[in-house]
């Protein structure tokens, strides 16, 4: 069993910051990346940030500049700064882990279950 859990999302109004915190705790044997997507009302869910094990990051380009990714990979956790948000930020984040299992040694792809961020006036 792998768990992930996120922290940090809420209300904002439109130029502000908000910081996500994920932790991934269970059966994990090593984790290869870390991310964030978002899915906001009636779209697909997208990429907004990951961030591999050895620290290369790939950004969506609507968030280049504003969002930054990092990890601590000794405690299993990923976190996303994000800055000068707008309206268009407002989306449900989910937290993201390509690991390998302990026990098992299978891959999983594991998904948090969800905080909403909300950027309105």
């Known amino acids: 069993q792998v768990q992930l859990v996120e922290s940090g999302g809420g209300l904002v109004q439109p130029g502000g910051s908000l910081r996500l915190s994920c932790a991934a705790s269970?059966?994990?044997?090593?984790?290869?990346?870390m991310g964030w997507y978002r899915q906001a009302p009636g779209k697909q869910r997208e990429l907004v940030a990951v961030?591999?094990?050895?620290?290369?990051?790939t950004y969506a380009d609507s968030v280049k500049g504003r969002f930054t990714i990092s990890r601590d990979s000794a405690k299993n956790t990923v976190s996303l700064q994000m800055n000068e948000l707008g309206p268009e930020d407002t989306a449900v984040y989910y937290c993201?882990?390509?690991?390998?299992?302990?026990?098992?040694?299978?891959?999983?792809?594991?998904w948090g279950q969800g905080t909403q961020v909300t950027v309105s006036s």
């Open positions: 993201n882990a390509d690991l390998m299992m302990s026990m098992t040694m299978r891959r999983l792809n594991s």
């Open positions: 269970g059966s994990i044997f090593s984790i290869y990346a």
């Open positions: 961030i591999s094990n050895t620290g290369l990051t």
